[in-house]
């Protein structure tokens, strides 16, 4: 004969408690006896709580009374009920269903070692979504509810379940095993005192019992913060992590104690690393301060640990196979990862209370959806396809250069000094105070040697790796880099497309390719991702303007034109947002100011040569410009030099945009990108004039973006013109056509010409294997190159030149020595410039290549060079006598080494403030609003149509 008391506390819960008393009333299955506890409610709680039961039938309690507390109280008043009694807890917010109280009691007689039964718990607002099956924990003391975020009930899990603890939110327990096990513990007032009762339970021999045919639905909202806690002055979040390691702490086996310590003590403070990565110091104060909390206590936890030590190490093996798997553990921080990467922050996203309040407007039967299955899903991606459409576009555009590379020869020509050495020997490059290449310098290496090393650091290692897939690579990266940065500017999906591609097979990508410019390929695929930035930026997001900040100063490290563009597109935001959106200015500040900040140093060193602003990253030499560009290469956007389609190749661009201007939508959108267009080619034509050696390619890349925004803004309205149709349908086709010819007519054009140009992929090493060999460490190699009469020369020392050492600035005294020296040298004048010569360090003269007869006669004049070999791949000769190897300079490099360490430190500071943050305010959601069922035909029921459960 079974008895049961129902005992309903609450708090504060009377948005909540008129539905649960009707829910707990209306059971079919009546209640023996029921009493109500009101822990001090100031909304009228005891007043229902007295209308439900009657004034015998209510206890009141002071405010700071926990639930456990309150619940023993009862009990200590109410005398045992005849025959087998069973004690029903609920919570204030928490409503069963009319059936929940009879299954949990037929459950309870078909296993006689039930002692401890809940109901399924399901959300309050969105009453399909699934919060609770049973619960568990992790070895690291975390809720594990096993559900995924915001899971449908269809049945998936339905059955009765043995599991390590249920709820006491619609808890039904045996009152003997209640005065067993002395309740729930009084020391934990709020949060997992749940799992402490379930386990000692558990421990003592008894079973959990978790059954899906008892429905009840919980709002949680003590846990989601929607009514202030009274028991605790401490945040949930910290009361429930410390109650969470304490209770598994106190119940753990001694050996599996230790190893939670330790465990916890590690854990613990990596999430506390991430919890400041995330931009959350009160999230990580919680997790460092709650185990503080645990084991700063000894004794308290001691004294716990001696109440639960009977069974304990009995029963360890069966609780131990009820914990969290370490794959789901390690899920979860896959999970937290990814969530701080999308800017959600890190989360327990397995033991958290899932809430579901901020979708509880979605549209039905989005959870039906069927899974068209991984390999589908990710070829249907259009940016996939982009990509891939992209990158075979570019393979066989670049398949000369691509089987150089993989018969073992060296990526370099044009701008790009043939790439050797590792990433150490960028960081070496970027981090020593004086540099031994060619005669020496004390000039700081340029910033973007230290963005290479970086790079070259993520490729392994390689720089050769890191070059080819920036610069080789940088069309398709554009490509998916435009896509994606402009989602929100042009969600209609065809036109992003259109806009990607053209945008990747610009005349500037295919030149910066051919000409070695790593620089423009660099700049070209952030340059979309600086104009996705910009618009967050000019809507006062500070987060988005660290961001544009940091990728400004990679941009700027190796084309400092881009700053100034930037800067002068900036002042003209800030003029015409500043008074209209607040926090514009300062995020054009934080956005302007940060490279400023961490170039400081290289930037006052361009500012003093002001011509160096128009140079780009690499060498310099006029043949790689087309000089004088007329305004017709200019006006469709090619900026000259090899590796450029020709000029009508493009036109179709302008002829869209044009088209853009005459519509009448969006007029704003437009007239700003035809600005940017019009800024860009202004720049573009300064520069071509001022510097030969300058190439207008960043420029024009800047007005190429403008117009295809301008463009691409209004391709929604193709769809508009062709359901019209007549005139404007054919105007709509006619415009398609336009629109496409521009990219399919750059890559035909591509793919037929190839992509090399002065850039190669089957370089030798210039220095040649015998100087290498014989070369004492310090001796040098001089590299002679004759072209159009005249010889150039490069000092080698025992390597090949690294990326950025052709930016150093050698002594001029010596360099102006070392210039006579090569020129009495080829013009074949004595053999005194040996003697210079060997003052250097140079020990071996080669010529690459095919040697000039005139020039060989001259090197074969020279008593004091002797010939090693020559052939047709080059030439080389040693030099008789001594070679004097110059020291180095004594230099303190204090400075430099101070500045490489603030350097660090800035950047530092920059990553963690542009990186993603975590929302850390909840859904906001009026828990006094009716909760959402299904109702007939898949709709939402309101309050006036809801059936009762």
């Not at 129902?6 to 009333?25: F, P, S």
Request: glycine share 12%; proline share 6%; aromatic share 6%.
């Amino acid at each position: 004969m079974h008895s049961v008391t129902a005992i309903v506390v609450a708090h504060d819960g009377a948005r909540w408690l008129k539905e649960t008393l009707a829910a707990v009333l209306r059971q079919t299955r009546p209640l023996d006896r029921v009493v109500g506890v009101d822990n001090g409610s100031r909304d009228g709680s005891g007043k229902l709580l007295t209308e439900a039961f009657g004034t015998g039938n209510v206890l009141t309690l002071p405010r700071s009374t926990g639930f456990g507390e309150a619940v023993h109280e009862v009990l200590r008043r109410l005398p045992p009920a005849p025959g087998q009694e069973w004690v029903w807890l609920l919570h204030d917010d928490c409503a069963p269903d009319a059936n929940a109280l009879q299954a949990l009691l037929w459950a309870a007689e078909q296993d006689p070692k039930a002692a401890i039964l809940g109901p399924k718990l399901r959300d309050w607002l969105d009453r399909r979504v699934l919060l609770e099956m049973g619960v568990t924990v992790s070895r690291s003391g975390r809720r594990d509810t096993g559900l995924e975020p915001r899971e449908y009930d269809q049945g998936q899990h339905d059955g009765i379940a043995d599991v390590l603890s249920v709820s006491t939110a619609g808890m039904l327990i045996r009152r003997d095993v209640w005065d067993e096990l002395n309740g729930l513990d009084t020391a934990l007032p709020l949060f997992r005192d749940d799992l402490d009762l379930c386990w000692r339970a558990r421990t003592a021999g008894h079973r959990v019992l978790n059954v899906s045919d008892a429905v009840a639905w919980h709002a949680e909202a003590a846990a989601r913060r929607r009514r202030r806690i009274a028991t605790s002055d401490e945040h949930p979040r910290r009361l429930g992590r410390r109650n969470g390691l304490f209770v598994l702490m106190a119940n753990l086996p001694f050996g599996a104690f230790v190893r939670s310590v330790l465990r916890n003590v590690v854990a613990s403070t990596l999430r506390a690393l991430l919890f400041l990565l995330a931009k959350q110091p009160a999230n990580a104060l919680d997790e460092l301060a709650a185990l503080g909390s645990v084991i700063g206590r000894p004794l308290r936890l001691r004294r716990a640990r001696k109440a639960r030590r009977k069974g304990r190490k009995q029963s360890w093996p069966a609780i131990r196979r009820k914990l969290t798997p370490p794959g789901a553990a390690l899920r979860r921080l896959a999970d937290m990862v990814q969530g701080f990467l999308a800017g959600a922050g890190p989360v327990d996203s397995a033991g958290r209370h899932h809430a579901a309040a901020d979708r509880a407007q979605e549209d039905d039967g989005d959870e039906l959806l069927t899974d068209s299955g991984g390999v589908q899903r990710v070829f249907g991606s259009p940016v996939v396809m982009l990509g891939l459409i992209l990158a075979a576009i570019t393979l066989a555009a670049e398949r000369t250069l691509l089987s150089g590379l993989l018969s073992g020869g060296h990526l370099g020509g044009g701008a790009l000094v043939p790439v050797t050495g590792g990433a150490s020997d960028l960081w070496r490059l970027y981090v020593e105070d004086h540099h031994g290449t060619g005669l020496g310098s004390q000039t700081w290496a340029p910033p973007y040697v230290a963005v290479l090393a970086g790079l070259s650091a993520v490729a392994l290692g390689k720089v050769w790796l890191a070059v080819g897939v920036v610069l080789l690579g940088c069309v398709p990266l554009a490509g998916i880099s435009a896509y994606a940065a402009t989602k929100r500017m042009i969600p209609y999906t065809p036109a992003r497309v259109w806009l990607a591609v053209t945008y990747a097979l610009l005349p500037v990508a295919t030149g910066a390719v051919a000409g070695g410019r790593l620089g423009t390929a660099i700049v070209i695929v952030l340059l979309p991702v600086y104009a996705a930035l910009a618009t967050r930026v000019i809507a006062g997001s500070r987060r988005a303007a660290w961001g544009f900040g940091l990728l400004l100063t990679v941009g700027t490290a190796f084309v400092p034109l881009v700053y100034v563009l930037v800067a002068i597109l900036g002042g003209l935001a800030a003029v015409s947002f500043g008074g209209i959106r607040r926090g514009v200015r300062r995020s054009l500040v934080i956005g302007l100011g940060t490279p400023v900040v961490l170039l400081f140093p290289w930037l006052v060193q361009v500012a003093r040569e002001p011509g160096r602003i128009l140079l780009e990253s690499g060498l310099h030499d006029e043949r790689l410009t087309g000089l004088r560009l007329g305004a017709e290469s200019l006006l469709m956007l090619s900026p000259g030099g090899p590796g450029v389609p020709p000029v009508w190749a493009t036109a179709g661009l302008g002829a869209v945009a044009l088209a853009a201007l005459l519509l009448r939508r969006h007029q704003m959108i437009v007239a700003i990108g035809w600005g940017v267009m019009l800024f860009g080619l202004l720049v573009a034509i300064v520069v071509s004039r001022i510097d030969d050696t300058a190439w207008p390619g960043v420029p024009l890349a800047f007005a190429a973006t403008g117009l295809l925004v301008a463009a691409g803004h209004q391709a929604h309205r193709i769809a508009e013109f062709r359901a019209a149709g007549g005139l404007r349908r054919l105007g709509a086709m006619l415009i398609v056509v336009v629109a496409f010819a521009t990219p399919l007519a750059a890559a035909a054009l591509w793919v037929t010409r190839g992509a090399d140009g002065p850039l190669r992929g089957d370089l030798s090493d210039p220095v040649p294997v015998l100087a290498a060999l014989q070369s004492a460490p310090g001796e040098g190699t001089l590299l002679l190159r004759s072209r159009d009469e005249r010889v150039g020369y490069t000092l080698l020392r025992g390597r090949g030149p690294l990326i950025g050492e052709s930016d150093l600035e050698p002594p001029r005294e010596e360099s102006a020595r070392l210039a006579t020296a090569v020129a009495g040298l080829a013009s074949g004048r004595g053999s005194t410039y040996v003697q210079t010569l060997a003052s250097f360090g140079v020990r071996f003269v080669t010529v690459p290549g095919s040697v000039d007869p005139a020039l060989r006669r001259a090197l074969d004049s020279q008593p004091a060079l002797i010939r090693v070999s020559l052939s047709e791949t080059g030439g080389l000769w040693r030099v008789a006598g001594q070679v004097t190897v110059p020291p180095p300079p004594a230099t303190a490099g204090a400075l430099h080494r101070g500045w490489l360490w603030a350097q660090g430190a800035l950047l530092v500071l920059v990553l963690v403030l542009a990186s993603p943050g975590a929302r850390t305010r909840e859904p906001e959601g009026d828990y006094a609003d009716v909760p959402v069922e299904e109702g007939p035909r898949g709709r939402r029921r309101a309050k006036e149509d809801r059936v009762p459960a």
